[in-house]
């Protein structure tokens, strides 16, 4: 087995708000020479201070949203948990500023669309709208499809470059991972296209398997025509949400 590159050191090169609650992180310096290209909607590993009591290194995963020479973007989710404090990722992007350097394990492979579908039904959360993003951008400009997203807040909503005949139906949800039924929902209300359909879906735990259990079980979509994962847990860290998806995946 082919070994784990070792991480790069990357700089900050500027950071914006893209809406309320996404913030984007341009990242360059030496750690873009020789570079992989085009690896946007694949993922990098931040590899962040180590949490109090820890000795290694905390790790979160995170979406390359776009890819320039010498150059990515990386969107994080502003949210905040009950007690209004940050995950240590978000932290680490609030308190960036240019010249500010990480390390960054990576890139792993994206899940783009297959070409060739005659539908195309797209589901995800805003941990997820950077792979959508990148995805629609990639489709072929005939291609046909419905995208739901769930956003925080009206003003989340974002400029997306998908092809004419994709509707993207935007659905607002002030506070992530307490209306695990939204997206299936939503889903559920669109009548069923004819042909050839792929289906698309990543957002929390909870709303993963509602989903799942709409696409696979209801529709019953093959693993030929569903990509579906779950990309956080609402309550748990990165770590002990991977454990949950592995004993989710073992029960299934």
Known sequence: MASRPAPRTMTVIAKRKVSPS??????????MVDYPPDQQGGYVKLRLAPLPGKDKPTVRTYTIRAQR???MDVDFVLHETPDGSHGPATDWALAAEPGTVIDLGGPGPAKPLPEGMDFYLIAGDMTALPAISVNLEALPRDAK???VLEVQDDADRQ?????????IRWLVNPQPGTQPDLLAGALRDIAWPQGDVHAWAACEFSSMKALRGLLREERGLGPD???ISSYWKSGLDEDNHKLAKR???EAV
């Open 225 to 227: 025509r569903l990509y």
């Open 69 to 71: 020479e010498g150059e």
């Open 145 to 147: 499809g419905i995208a």
């Open 22 to 31: 996404m913030l984007r992180v341009t990242l360059g310096g030496e750690g």
């Open 247 to 249: 004993e989710d995946a």
């Open 159 to 167: 400029d997306l470059a998908a092809p004419e005949g994709v509707e």
